[in-house]
Every structure is written in structure tokens, then in C-alpha cells.
């Protein structure tokens, strides 16, 4: 991954938690966290993963608010960040922090 690529899923990264935080106002969203974004190299396409507080149907129904929501958060990125044209967003769900704290158990019944 390129330098500059770096940049850009980084400053994705803020503009949409920051969006999702301050723009949003869908009650399915809960208490989200944007870990990472994977913007394609052409820019059409751009991965969000986040992180969601609480049981698995508000997992759920924080990712189906998030996805309803796709245009308003695609619009503070063209808003926010200057690129040639404003990547589609689709929304998945990061098993890196839940598969840390599962790993970090089975190490301690050792």
C-alpha cells in the first residue's frame, strides 16, 4: 500500500467516525467505532470496518443503520476530503478486537 493510500483510508477514517458521531441520528445506531477504512486504488470503493458495542441484533441493526445512512456519510467525505470522485461505501463488522480479547482467555486458562 502506497503512502498516499495510507493517507486517505486514515483521513477516511476521521471523517467518518466524525460524521457517524456528529451527523447521524438513526436510533439503530449504537456505540460504533471505525477501526480502519480500505479505499480501493481507483477510489470507486471504499471498505469501513467498525466496531459495535453490545449483542449481536444490535450489532446488526447498528450495521443496517450504517448502510441506510451511506449517502449522508458520503457526502461529508466529499465535503471533507478533496479527491476525484467519492468512494462507495460499504460497512463490515471488525472481529479483530472481539478475537484479541477471545485469544487474551484462552492465554490466561493457561
Same mark, same amino acid.
Given at each position: 500500500? !502506497?503512502?498516499?493510500?495510507? @493517507? ?6 476521521? $471523517?467518518? &467516525? +466524525?460524521?457517524?458521531?456528529? #451527523? ?14 480500505? !479505499?480501493?486504488?481507483?477510489? @470507486? ?6 466496531? $459495535?458495542? &453490545? +449483542?449481536?441484533?444490535?450489532? #446488526? ?50
Amino acid at each position: 500500500m !502506497t503512502e498516499r493510500m495510507r @493517507r486517505v483510508n486514515e483521513l477516511m477514517r476521521e $471523517v467518518i &467516525g +466524525s460524521a457517524i458521531s456528529t #451527523e447521524l441520528e438513526d436510533p439503530r445506531i449504537g456505540f460504533v467505532t471505525v477501526t480502519s477504512v480500505e !479505499t480501493s486504488p481507483d477510489l @470507486r470503493s471504499a471498505r469501513v470496518y467498525v466496531s $459495535v458495542l &453490545g +449483542s449481536v441484533a444490535e450489532r #446488526e441493526a447498528t450495521l443496517a443503520g450504517l448502510r441506510s445512512s451511506h449517502g449522508v456519510l458520503q457526502a461529508a467525505i466529499a465535503r471533507e476530503v478533496r479527491l476525484k470522485r467519492t468512494p462507495t461505501l460499504s460497512f463490515h463488522y471488525d472481529e479483530t478486537p472481539e478475537r484479541g480479547v477471545r485469544l487474551s482467555r484462552l492465554l490466561d486458562h493457561e
